[in-house]
Protein backbone atom coordinates (compact mmCIF):
# COMPACT_ATOMS: atom_id res chain seq x y z
CA UNK A 1 0.00 0.00 0.00
CA UNK A 2 1.32 3.55 -0.69
CA UNK A 3 1.06 6.39 1.46
CA UNK A 4 -1.92 7.83 1.93
CA UNK A 5 -1.58 11.38 0.46
CA UNK A 6 -0.47 8.78 -2.57
CA UNK A 7 -4.16 7.40 -2.42
CA UNK A 8 -5.65 10.95 -2.27
CA UNK A 9 -4.34 12.11 -5.25
CA UNK A 10 -5.40 8.84 -7.19
CA UNK A 11 -9.04 9.18 -6.11
CA UNK A 12 -12.01 10.00 -8.97
CA UNK A 13 -13.38 13.18 -9.25
CA UNK A 14 -16.84 11.62 -11.39
CA UNK A 15 -20.00 12.84 -8.58
CA UNK A 16 -21.16 9.34 -9.24
CA UNK A 17 -20.40 5.41 -9.79
CA UNK A 18 -20.71 5.14 -13.68
CA UNK A 19 -22.96 2.83 -15.13
CA UNK A 20 -19.97 1.26 -17.41
CA UNK A 21 -18.10 0.49 -14.24
CA UNK A 22 -17.07 -3.26 -14.29
CA UNK A 23 -18.82 -5.32 -11.85
CA UNK A 24 -17.18 -5.03 -7.80
CA UNK A 25 -19.47 -7.71 -6.84
CA UNK A 26 -21.72 -10.12 -8.83
CA UNK A 27 -24.12 -12.71 -7.00
CA UNK A 28 -24.97 -15.49 -9.36
CA UNK A 29 -28.29 -17.04 -8.46
CA UNK A 30 -27.72 -17.20 -4.58
CA UNK A 31 -30.06 -19.60 -3.03
CA UNK A 32 -30.13 -19.94 1.20
CA UNK A 33 -31.95 -22.92 2.77
CA UNK A 34 -31.85 -24.06 6.18
CA UNK A 35 -33.39 -26.81 8.46
CA UNK A 36 -36.12 -26.36 10.77
CA UNK A 37 -36.35 -27.90 14.16
CA UNK A 38 -39.72 -29.67 12.54
CA UNK A 39 -37.45 -31.02 9.84
CA UNK A 40 -38.37 -29.38 7.05
CA UNK A 41 -36.67 -26.48 5.23
CA UNK A 42 -37.29 -22.88 4.99
CA UNK A 43 -36.03 -21.02 2.09
CA UNK A 44 -34.21 -17.64 2.88
CA UNK A 45 -32.77 -16.06 0.11
CA UNK A 46 -34.06 -18.22 -3.56
CA UNK A 47 -32.25 -17.27 -6.94
CA UNK A 48 -30.92 -14.15 -6.02
CA UNK A 49 -28.84 -12.78 -8.74
CA UNK A 50 -27.43 -8.78 -9.22
CA UNK A 51 -23.65 -7.21 -9.61
CA UNK A 52 -22.53 -3.95 -8.19
CA UNK A 53 -20.52 -1.71 -10.07
CA UNK A 54 -17.15 -0.57 -8.70
CA UNK A 55 -17.26 2.85 -6.94
CA UNK A 56 -20.86 2.16 -6.13
CA UNK A 57 -22.90 2.97 -3.05
CA UNK A 58 -25.41 0.08 -3.57
CA UNK A 59 -28.34 -0.38 -0.42
CA UNK A 60 -30.38 -2.97 -0.08
CA UNK A 61 -34.08 -2.42 1.55
CA UNK A 62 -36.56 -4.44 2.08
CA UNK A 63 -39.45 -6.18 4.83
CA UNK A 64 -38.26 -7.84 8.22
CA UNK A 65 -37.15 -11.57 7.38
CA UNK A 66 -36.56 -10.88 3.55
CA UNK A 67 -32.75 -12.28 3.95
CA UNK A 68 -30.84 -8.50 3.49
CA UNK A 69 -28.52 -9.56 6.33
CA UNK A 70 -28.16 -13.01 5.30
CA UNK A 71 -26.87 -11.84 2.02
CA UNK A 72 -24.84 -9.76 3.44
CA UNK A 73 -23.30 -12.52 5.66
CA UNK A 74 -22.61 -14.48 2.62
CA UNK A 75 -20.94 -12.16 0.69
CA UNK A 76 -18.53 -11.37 3.64
CA UNK A 77 -17.86 -15.40 3.86
CA UNK A 78 -19.25 -15.65 7.59
CA UNK A 79 -21.57 -18.19 5.95
CA UNK A 80 -22.15 -20.08 2.01
CA UNK A 81 -24.66 -20.23 0.27
CA UNK A 82 -27.04 -23.84 -0.56
CA UNK A 83 -26.62 -22.82 -4.22
CA UNK A 84 -25.38 -20.24 -6.50
CA UNK A 85 -21.74 -17.99 -6.34
CA UNK A 86 -20.89 -14.56 -4.67
CA UNK A 87 -17.53 -12.95 -6.84
CA UNK A 88 -15.76 -10.00 -5.43
CA UNK A 89 -13.44 -8.61 -8.04
CA UNK A 90 -13.62 -11.65 -9.87
CA UNK A 91 -12.73 -13.71 -7.20
CA UNK A 92 -14.85 -16.33 -5.99
CA UNK A 93 -15.80 -15.74 -1.84
CA UNK A 94 -14.87 -19.13 -0.18
CA UNK A 95 -14.28 -17.47 3.35
CA UNK A 96 -13.48 -14.02 5.03
CA UNK A 97 -10.74 -12.04 3.41
CA UNK A 98 -9.52 -9.16 3.44
CA UNK A 99 -10.60 -8.17 1.01
CA UNK A 100 -13.80 -7.34 1.82
CA UNK A 101 -14.95 -5.07 5.52
CA UNK A 102 -17.46 -5.44 7.54
CA UNK A 103 -19.61 -3.37 9.58
CA UNK A 104 -22.56 -4.69 11.85
CA UNK A 105 -25.24 -3.25 13.56
CA UNK A 106 -23.84 -4.02 16.68
CA UNK A 107 -20.79 -2.78 18.67
CA UNK A 108 -17.56 -5.33 17.60
CA UNK A 109 -14.62 -3.08 18.93
CA UNK A 110 -12.07 -4.82 20.98
CA UNK A 111 -12.42 -3.39 24.12
CA UNK A 112 -8.68 -3.91 25.51
CA UNK A 113 -7.35 -2.10 22.92
CA UNK A 114 -7.41 1.77 22.40
CA UNK A 115 -9.44 3.29 19.46
CA UNK A 116 -5.89 3.69 17.98
CA UNK A 117 -4.86 -0.27 18.08
CA UNK A 118 -8.66 -1.12 16.90
CA UNK A 119 -8.19 0.59 13.75
CA UNK A 120 -4.89 -0.63 12.90
CA UNK A 121 -5.48 -4.43 14.32
CA UNK A 122 -5.60 -5.48 10.54
CA UNK A 123 -3.04 -3.68 9.62
CA UNK A 124 -0.18 -5.47 12.41
CA UNK A 125 -1.97 -8.50 10.50
CA UNK A 126 -0.97 -7.58 7.39
CA UNK A 127 2.60 -6.81 8.80
CA UNK A 128 2.32 -3.20 7.51
CA UNK A 129 5.49 -1.34 8.72
CA UNK A 130 5.02 0.57 11.85
CA UNK A 131 5.36 3.89 9.96
CA UNK A 132 3.47 2.93 7.66
CA UNK A 133 0.25 2.42 9.95
CA UNK A 134 0.44 5.22 11.88
CA UNK A 135 0.36 7.18 8.89
CA UNK A 136 -3.28 5.15 7.70
CA UNK A 137 -4.50 5.15 10.99
CA UNK A 138 -3.69 9.27 11.16
CA UNK A 139 -5.28 9.70 8.14
CA UNK A 140 -8.56 7.97 9.04
CA UNK A 141 -8.47 9.18 12.87
CA UNK A 142 -8.86 12.66 11.25
CA UNK A 143 -12.00 11.11 8.37
CA UNK A 144 -13.93 10.21 11.49
CA UNK A 145 -13.51 12.99 13.53
CA UNK A 146 -11.72 10.85 16.51
CA UNK A 147 -8.38 12.75 16.65
CA UNK A 148 -8.22 13.64 20.32
CA UNK A 149 -9.55 9.75 21.16
CA UNK A 150 -7.10 7.80 19.54
CA UNK A 151 -5.78 6.65 23.34
CA UNK A 152 -9.50 6.39 24.62
CA UNK A 153 -10.70 2.43 25.68
CA UNK A 154 -14.79 1.43 23.95
CA UNK A 155 -16.14 1.94 27.16
CA UNK A 156 -15.22 5.29 26.96
CA UNK A 157 -17.52 5.98 24.12
CA UNK A 158 -20.62 6.75 22.81
CA UNK A 159 -22.27 4.56 20.44
CA UNK A 160 -21.74 6.67 17.39
CA UNK A 161 -18.20 7.08 18.26
CA UNK A 162 -17.87 3.22 18.08
CA UNK A 163 -18.88 3.05 14.88
CA UNK A 164 -16.52 5.39 13.38
CA UNK A 165 -14.13 3.57 15.00
CA UNK A 166 -15.60 0.54 13.23
CA UNK A 167 -15.32 2.29 10.32
CA UNK A 168 -12.11 3.73 10.32
CA UNK A 169 -11.11 0.33 11.33
CA UNK A 170 -13.07 -1.50 8.28
CA UNK A 171 -11.46 1.22 5.57
CA UNK A 172 -8.01 1.20 6.75
CA UNK A 173 -7.53 -2.25 5.27
CA UNK A 174 -7.97 -1.13 1.65
CA UNK A 175 -11.04 -3.69 0.88
CA UNK A 176 -12.92 -4.02 -2.20
CA UNK A 177 -15.45 -3.73 -0.40
CA UNK A 178 -17.35 -2.20 2.40
CA UNK A 179 -20.10 -4.08 3.77
CA UNK A 180 -22.11 -2.42 6.26
CA UNK A 181 -25.11 -4.26 7.99
CA UNK A 182 -27.53 -1.40 9.88
CA UNK A 183 -24.52 0.28 10.52
CA UNK A 184 -27.03 3.19 12.39
CA UNK A 185 -29.94 1.10 13.47
CA UNK A 186 -29.20 1.13 17.24
CA UNK A 187 -28.45 4.45 16.83
CA UNK A 188 -30.82 7.59 18.18
CA UNK A 189 -31.74 9.94 15.56
CA UNK A 190 -29.68 12.62 16.03
CA UNK A 191 -26.41 10.39 15.64
CA UNK A 192 -27.97 9.21 12.68
CA UNK A 193 -28.06 11.75 10.97
CA UNK A 194 -24.18 12.52 11.98
CA UNK A 195 -23.58 9.56 11.41
CA UNK A 196 -25.33 9.60 7.65
CA UNK A 197 -23.48 13.08 7.02
CA UNK A 198 -20.03 11.46 7.78
CA UNK A 199 -19.85 8.76 6.02
CA UNK A 200 -21.62 10.51 3.00
CA UNK A 201 -18.40 12.88 3.51
CA UNK A 202 -16.19 9.82 3.50
CA UNK A 203 -17.39 8.33 0.87
CA UNK A 204 -17.24 10.78 -1.56
CA UNK A 205 -13.29 10.71 -0.53
CA UNK A 206 -12.89 7.35 -1.05
CA UNK A 207 -15.42 6.07 -3.57
CA UNK A 208 -14.95 2.68 -2.00
CA UNK A 209 -17.82 0.23 -3.28
CA UNK A 210 -20.33 -0.03 -0.47
CA UNK A 211 -23.57 -2.55 0.07
CA UNK A 212 -25.13 -0.76 3.21
CA UNK A 213 -28.62 -2.74 4.06
CA UNK A 214 -31.09 -0.62 6.14
CA UNK A 215 -34.86 -0.98 7.07
CA UNK A 216 -34.45 3.02 6.70
CA UNK A 217 -36.06 4.60 3.73
CA UNK A 218 -35.00 7.98 3.57
CA UNK A 219 -31.24 6.36 4.73
CA UNK A 220 -31.00 4.62 1.48
CA UNK A 221 -32.31 7.32 -1.08
CA UNK A 222 -29.99 9.72 0.81
CA UNK A 223 -26.71 7.57 0.70
CA UNK A 224 -27.13 5.53 -2.57
CA UNK A 225 -26.58 5.59 -5.91
CA UNK A 226 -28.50 2.57 -6.25
CA UNK A 227 -31.56 1.04 -4.50
CA UNK A 228 -31.77 -2.76 -4.62
CA UNK A 229 -35.31 -3.98 -3.56
CA UNK A 230 -35.87 -7.23 -1.83
CA UNK A 231 -39.16 -9.19 -1.63
CA UNK A 232 -39.56 -11.94 0.89
CA UNK A 233 -40.51 -15.31 1.59
CA UNK A 234 -38.22 -16.42 0.22
CA UNK A 235 -35.44 -13.15 -0.61
CA UNK A 236 -35.07 -12.24 -4.04
CA UNK A 237 -34.68 -9.02 -5.63
CA UNK A 238 -37.93 -7.24 -6.68
CA UNK A 239 -36.10 -4.19 -8.20
CA UNK A 240 -32.96 -2.08 -8.84
CA UNK A 241 -33.71 1.70 -9.38
CA UNK A 242 -31.19 4.24 -9.60
CA UNK A 243 -31.03 7.34 -6.99
CA UNK A 244 -31.92 10.66 -9.40
CA UNK A 245 -30.51 13.00 -7.08
CA UNK A 246 -26.41 14.67 -7.75
CA UNK A 247 -23.64 14.43 -5.53
CA UNK A 248 -23.03 15.86 -3.00
CA UNK A 249 -25.88 15.12 -1.19
CA UNK A 250 -27.18 17.27 2.20
CA UNK A 251 -29.71 16.44 4.30
CA UNK A 252 -31.31 18.88 3.43
CA UNK A 253 -32.53 17.08 -0.18
CA UNK A 254 -34.79 15.07 2.19
CA UNK A 255 -37.48 17.78 0.77
CA UNK A 256 -36.69 18.17 -2.44
CA UNK A 257 -39.36 16.36 -5.14
CA UNK A 258 -37.16 14.15 -6.44
CA UNK A 259 -36.53 12.44 -3.12
CA UNK A 260 -39.84 12.36 -1.93
CA UNK A 261 -41.06 10.55 -5.82
CA UNK A 262 -38.11 7.89 -5.05
CA UNK A 263 -39.19 7.74 -1.38
CA UNK A 264 -42.76 6.54 -2.73
CA UNK A 265 -41.89 4.37 -4.92
CA UNK A 266 -39.82 2.75 -2.47
CA UNK A 267 -42.22 2.68 -0.59
CA UNK A 268 -45.17 1.04 -2.93
CA UNK A 269 -42.99 -1.73 -3.82
CA UNK A 270 -42.55 -2.80 0.07
CA UNK A 271 -45.99 -2.37 0.36
CA UNK A 272 -46.83 -4.63 -2.24
CA UNK A 273 -44.90 -7.00 -1.06
CA UNK A 274 -46.50 -6.91 2.03
CA UNK A 275 -50.31 -7.32 0.60
CA UNK A 276 -48.59 -10.11 -1.12
CA UNK A 277 -47.73 -11.82 1.43
CA UNK A 278 -50.94 -11.77 2.91
Not at 56 to 64: H, K, L, R
Not at 215 to 230: K, Q, T
Request: charged content about 25%; proline content about 6%; some cysteine.
Amino acid sequence: MGSVAAMQLELPTSLAAPDTAPARLRVDNVSLRYRTPSGSTFSALENVSFEVPDQQFAVIVGPSGCGKSSLLYLTAGLAEPSDGEIYVGGAKVDGPGADRGMVFQSYTLFPWLTVRENIEFGLKRKRIAAAERKEIVDFYLNEVGLNNFADNYPKQLSGGMMQRVAIARALANDPQILLMDEPFGALDSQTRMQMQQLLLRIWEHSKKTVVFVTHDIDEAVLLGDRVYVMGARPGRIKEILDVPIERPRTMDMVMEPDFIRMKRQILGLLHDDLQEAH
